[in-house]
Structures are given as structure tokens and as C-alpha cells.
């Protein structure tokens, strides 16, 4: 199998090429990046199938010429909302099938549109499949898979730990930043009393999580909140929250507000989030048996004629050594898109149409105990198996 990496040098990719590049069934992996240069300085490094090339994204020619002779194209090219739309298209058009690790709700809703078209071209495509969305919503999937019916769907994360890597091909200002401005600015998209809602983002919410006190998260826009009910129509709610990291701060918050009154513009405020970060205190908690999870599914319903909840964590109040590996926000992002590519590449995944992770297409167990195995890998984790780092907590 023939992949083409777009983006493959960048904080995330590098990840997913670093691991694919092992898989048996994977002949040959095609780095493209407007930073040629970067391209094939990280390319020198892996083994012999992987290779490299410049390509412009925006330039619909080169991108077709690209996708010349492959089978999979592997999309971290951001911001997904101006390339998301186009590059799956364009894979479409080329019958490449396609994995990506998207994270913005706008283009998700455009590319599920997109079902149609592939399901006619046989291709399969899935959209999200990085750390949220992607684990997050195989989390809520198995928490989903627990009960009898299901009104609400939490999915939630601690953004202390999103670390944007040291080594990548971007210049500029941080896309990762760039983009958790544009989810926490102007009014985002979730699913409330059966309906699709306009929100402000950050807005506290309670989340009663089986075992654990009563905690808050705040909203945040992500495609978790509107690709659940896309795909279980029973749902009264779908809410993307994050807590931690100071998203409940007042610096954060004032330099939301300033780009909501157009006193400064995202990219200013973006800038001056890198700059906190980096001489800011504030991480992940320091986890004890009251902690909220780093990463969480959350599904609200009923079990045998009674009221029920179970919440799946992941990688969340395990073991100390998995609190010292080094395990980054792009190896948590790009791992899981490796794990798409194995799975493509050995035939598990085929079925054709575009699919956020929750559809019913991966199976969570299966898929969640490889990315723990490949992690494992790249982190210097001892003990990688599902049960290890996979908590299942239930109301009853």
C-alpha cells in the first residue's frame, strides 16, 4: 500500500509516518509539505519507503498529481477549515482512500457530506481520527455500548496536557493554538434537547462522572459535539468539554473577549497564548482518586429500566510510569492515525463512505489496544495493554 503523507513532517504527521513506516503492509510513504525542506530532512531519517516532496495544498493540480498511484491519503495539513473540504475531494476524485485528523467542526459537517461521493467511489474515508476527536470518541463509544439507551454524550479532555511538539515543519504562528482560538471565540456548534444549538464556547457545564465528585467543564468546539448525533439520532445531547490548563482562567478568557470585540485578531491572540504557555505554570493536575480524566467518554442513559451513566478514561489515573513517559500531544495525535493506516492497510477497515471514528466502522477495543501497543512503542511504556490504561467506570 502507497501513502501519501500531507504534512507528514509536521508536529502530528511526523508521528503517524514514524509508525507506519514499520507496518508489513505498507510499501512505500510519500512525505508531501509546502516546507520542502523540512520534507526531506525528517525523510532522511526514517527507512528506506519513505520519501519526499513539496506540494502546495491550495494548488489543485499538484495536489491531483500527488495523489497519482496511491492508495491512502493521509491528511495533517491544517487549518482543516480551509483544507479539510478540498483534500478530501480531491482524494475522492483520485479513489485514494482517506484518514485525517480534523478537529474542527465546520469542514467536519461539509466533509460528511461528502458520504455519497465516496461511498461511489468505494473509497472509505474517516475524519478525526487523532487524540479529540478520534480516541475521545471511541472513549464515548464503548461508554455508548454499555447501556440500553443513551440521552447524552460528554466527550472531555484536560487541556494542560496539550502540548504543541518542539519539532515540525510549520512556521508561524502555532496552527494548534490557532485553532483552539477559533473553537473558544464567537459562538460554536453542539446538540441540545434534540437539537442542533449555537453556543458562546467556554460556558461551564456540570459533569457528573460515575466515582468521581461532581466537576465543571467548559465548552469547546470540536466535531464530537455534532458527529455523535449525526450518527445516533436518539441523542437529547453532545457536548465537547475540556477543564484544566487554565481554560477557566482570566487571561484566557480577556483575550477571548478581545477577539470577540475585534480589538485584536486570532492569530494576535493566538501569539500571546504561545507566550503564556510557555511561561505559565500550568499543566496537567497532579492526578489522585478525585481528579477528573485526562481524556474521557461520558454516556448518560438508562440500564435496565433504571438511570445510568458510564464514563471511559483513557491513559487517566493509571500507573506512575505512565505519568513520566513522554507522551506529547503529537504522538497522542498522530499514533492513533498510524493505527488508521494499519488498519487500511490490512484490509480492517474498507467499508466505503466518509466516517467520523464513532460510526460504528472500528471497532473501539480493537483499535484502542493498538494505538496502546504503538504507543508503547514510541513512548518506553512497559505496560501497553488495553486493560493497563482503559478505565471503565460505572453508576451502578
Not at 4 to 9: F, K, M, P, V
Not at 146 to 162: F, H, I, N
Not at 241 to 247: K, N, S
Request: hydrophobic share 45%; proline share 5%; with cysteine.
Amino acid at each position: 500500500m502507497k501513502i501519501l503523507a500531507i504534512g507528514g513532517s509536521g508536529g502530528m504527521g511526523r508521528f503517524a509516518v514514524a509508525a507506519a513506516q514499520h507496518f508489513d503492509h505498507v510499501e512505500q510513504i510519500v512525505v508531501a509539505d509546502l516546507n520542502a525542506d523540512s520534507a526531506h530532512s525528517f525523510a532522511s531519517q526514517m527507512n528506506h519507503k519513505v520519501s519526499a516532496m513539496h506540494l502546495d495544498v491550495a494548488d489543485a493540480d499538484a495536489l491531483q498529481n500527488a495523489m497519482s498511484g496511491i492508495d491512502v491519503v493521509v491528511n495533517t495539513c491544517g487549518p482543516f477549515y480551509r483544507f479539510g473540504v478540498p483534500v478530501l475531494q480531491a482524494a475522492i476524485d483520485a479513489q485514494c482512500h482517506y484518514l485525517d485528523i480534523c478537529d474542527d467542526w465546520e469542514p467536519t459537517v461539509a466533509m460528511l457530506e461528502l458520504d455519497q461521493a465516496a461511498k461511489a467511489a468505494g473509497i472509505c474515508a474517516t475524519v478525526g481520527l487523532g487524540a479529540s476527536p478520534g480516541v475521545s470518541n471511541l472513549l464515548a463509544l464503548m461508554a455508548m455500548q454499555e447501556l440500553d439507551s443513551v440521552v447524552t454524550v460528554y466527550t472531555g479532555w484536560d487541556v494542560g496536557g496539550a502540548k504543541p511538539e518542539a519539532e515540525s515543519s510549520q512556521q508561524g504562528t502555532n496552527a494548534a493554538m490557532l485553532h483552539g482560538v477559533e473553537q473558544m471565540t464567537g459562538s460554536v456548534r453542539v446538540y441540545r434537547r434534540g437539537a442542533v444549538e449555537m453556543t458562546k464556547p467556554l460556558a461551564p457545564v456540570s459533569v457528573s462522572y460515575p466515582g468521581l465528585p461532581i466537576f465543571t467543564g467548559h465548552i469547546f468546539g470540536h466535531p464530537e459535539a455534532i458527529t455523535f448525533p449525526h450518527n445516533y439520532p436518539q441523542l437529547q445531547e453532545s457536548l465537547n468539554l475540556a477543564h484544566g490548563g487554565g481554560v477557566d482562567s482570566w487571561q484566557l478568557k480577556t483575550i477571548m473577549k478581545l477577539v470577540d470585540w475585534g480589538l485584536i485578531s486570532r492569530v494576535r491572540a493566538a501569539a500571546l497564548l504561545t507566550w503564556i504557555e510557555r511561561n505559565s505554570e500550568v499543566g496537567v493536575q497532579e492526578e489522585d482518586s478525585d481528579t477528573p480524566p485526562a481524556m474521557y467518554g461520558l454516556a448518560i442513559g438508562s440500564k435496565n429500566d433504571q438511570p445510568a451513566s458510564v464514563g471511559v478514561s483513557f491513559m487517566s489515573g493509571t500507573t506512575e510510569e505512565a505519568g513520566n513517559a513522554a507522551i506529547g500531544m503529537g504522538a497522542i495525535t498522530g499514533i492513533p492515525l498510524a493505527c488508521g493506516i494499519k488498519f487500511l492497510a490490512e484490509g480492517t477497515l474498507r467499508e466505503p463512505g466518509v466516517f467520523s471514528p464513532e460510526a460504528g466502522h472500528i471497532e473501539p477495543r480493537q483499535f484502542l489496544s493498538e494505538v496502546l501497543a504503538q504507543l508503547g512503542e514510541v513512548s518506553g511504556l512497559v505496560d501497553s495493554g488495553f486493560n493497563d490504561h482503559v478505565t471503565i467506570s460505572r453508576s451502578w
